[in-house]
């Protein structure tokens, strides 16, 4: 990317899945801003590196690199699913630091102070391929080859294992702008829960929604870049 970027977006990538989920990003948002898709470990390119089945850790490794690879640029956060609340929690280690997020966008997820506990990680092999296909992000010849379930399906077990073991902690509420975006069929995670991200700021909250499921971002993401610039305050060139 040439020239100087006025606000940085990390991107969270959900379950299963590694950096290139937002490979189309910068294009379609344009220069002024800098999308910096994250690559979490055991996947893509750290695909040699063990996966971590703790949301709290990856947010505690993931503090400083991030804050170098910002430096002095203002940035923003965006996680999807399971990025979601890794977006949330690395937050409060940000705003703990003296560099909170200027926006913090969550999609997908239910808010963690209300979200019932899970154990999806523990369900047989089938009828874990079922839930993960049920949630409509996965190709389905991906889940019909045995190849690419042996290389997949310990990493979605892990990355599920992290989310079904977070535990939400009361820490007072976070002082950042934030947008809940979801879909409006999404099977796990209703409207009214998405408004309930509000309860975790001081700052300005509101919710985002479109037509589709948890999955909405895949045939909805031009508009959801329109909004997303919009709350950013860099509308897209």
């Known amino acids: 990317m040439n020239g100087t970027p006025e606000l940085l977006l990390f991107c969270l990538h959900h ?95 239910a808010p963690p102070h209300i979200r019932v506990p899970t154990h999806v990680h523990t369900l047989s092999d089938q009828e874990f391929l079922d839930h993960v296909a049920g949630l409509e992000g996965t190709v389905p010849a991906v889940l019909e080859s045995p190849e690419l379930l042996e290389l997949l399906l310990p990493v979605l077990r892990v990355d599920f294992a992290a989310c079904d073991s977070y535990a939400y902690a009361e820490r007072g509420r976070l002082g950042v702008p934030l947008t809940a975006f979801g879909g409006d069929s999404d099977p796990g995670v209703s409207v009214p829960m998405l408004e309930r991200w509000a309860e975790l700021t001081s700052g300005p909250a509101g919710i985002e929604v479109f037509p589709g499921g948890h999955f909405y971002l895949l045939d909805q993401l031009e508009a959801v870049l329109d909004v997303l610039t919009g709350k950013l305050g860099i509308p897209r060139e």
């Open 15 to 109: 379950a299963g899945a590694g950096a290139s989920a937002y490979r189309n990003w910068q294009k379609l948002i344009g220069r002024r801003i800098e999308v910096v898709p994250v690559q979490l470990p055991g996947r893509e390119g750290r695909f040699t590196e063990p996966a971590e089945p703790s949301i709290t850790r990856l947010a505690e490794w993931l503090q400083e690199p991030l804050l170098q690879r910002a430096g002095r640029t203002p940035f923003a956060l965006f996680g999807h699913s399971m990025g979601a609340v890794l977006a949330y929690e690395l937050s409060h280690r940000l705003t703990r630091a003296g560099r909170p997020p200027a926006h913090l966008a969550v999609s997908a997820y």
